[in-house]
T-cell receptor
Framework: ETGVTQTPRHLVMGMTNKKSLKCEQH?????MYWYKQSAKKPLELMFV???????ENNSVPSRFSPECPNSSHLFLHLHTLQPEDSALYLC?????????????????FGPGTRLTVL | KNQVEQSPQSLIILEGKNCTLQ??????????LRWYKQDTGRGPVSLTI?????NTKSNGRYTATLDADTKQSSLHITASQLSDSASYIC?????????????FGTGTRLTIIP
């Protein structure tokens, strides 16, 4: 168990639906991330939160809306998605600011939410 | 543009055999290079981490090597087991950025058959 949980594990939604993905980390980390993983493509960073503040928005369409109410919880709100948004959405957390050392920059990932948009 | 390329894209080997996965990167300078293992339906889990000054790092049957001059890394798996079936992802952290600028490879899909 990595200490990062995600719900739901699977989600099927229509293009007009509104749904939310939830991520929770129990590791005491202060940075949380959303990634999109599509088949045969590298993980794509979507959003980064450090100490509840969004520090990175990687040109993600506005139909994806993140929310970070505290350093342990992260949400991804979805609305009017497209079929090409179908993918595995991974949440991760880390301790920011660690420079060097074996634990530097290690991100701990959740199991992901498999999203299918019809 | 920083890139990480992995080969082969997929690999099938018999249980008990050894294999080596390759990672070539253009990220420079870099802080560290990690190999992650991602089981089907799970998130990636870190296997090894090497800084730019390290040449090799082992974790049980997994041994990673790094050649910073040629910008190549490899992951060698010894005496493979069925549980080694997974995707293996090479990840490089640029030296001048924080956690959010990790560069991921596309991964190698490894299948171990009995």
């Amino acid at each position: 168990e990595t200490g990062v949980t995600q719900t739901p594990r699977h989600l099927v939604m229509g293009m007009t639906n509104k749904k939310s993905l939830k991520c929770e980390q129990h590791l005491g980390h202060n940075a949380m991330y959303w990634y999109k993983q599509s088949a045969k493509k590298p993980l794509e960073l979507m959003f980064v939160y450090n100490f509840k503040e969004q520090t990175e928005n990687n040109s993600v369409p506005s139909r994806f809306s993140p929310e970070c109410p505290n350093s342990s919880h992260l949400f991804l709100h979805l609305h009017t998605l497209q079929p090409e948004d179908s993918a595995l959405y991974l949440c991760a957390s880390s301790r920011p600011g660690l420079a060097g050392g074996p634990g530097a920059n290690e991100q701990f990932f959740g199991p992901g939410t498999r999203l299918t948009v019809l | 543009k920083n890139q990480v390329e992995q080969s082969p894209q997929s690999l099938i080997i018999l249980e008990g055999k050894n294999c080596t996965l390759q990672c070539n990167y253009t990220v420079s300078p870099f802080s560290n290079l990690r190999w992650y293992k991602q089981d089907t339906g799970r998130g990636p889990v870190s296997l090894t981490i090497m800084t730019f000054s390290e040449n090799t790092k082992s974790n049980g049957r997994y041994t990673a090597t790094l050649d910073a001059d040629t910008k190549q890394s490899s992951l060698h798996i010894t005496a493979s087991q069925l549980s080694d079936s997974a995707s293996y992802i090479c990840v490089v952290t640029p030296a001048n950025f924080g956690n959010e600028k990790l560069t991921f490879g596309t991964g190698t899909r490894l299948t171990i058959i009995p």
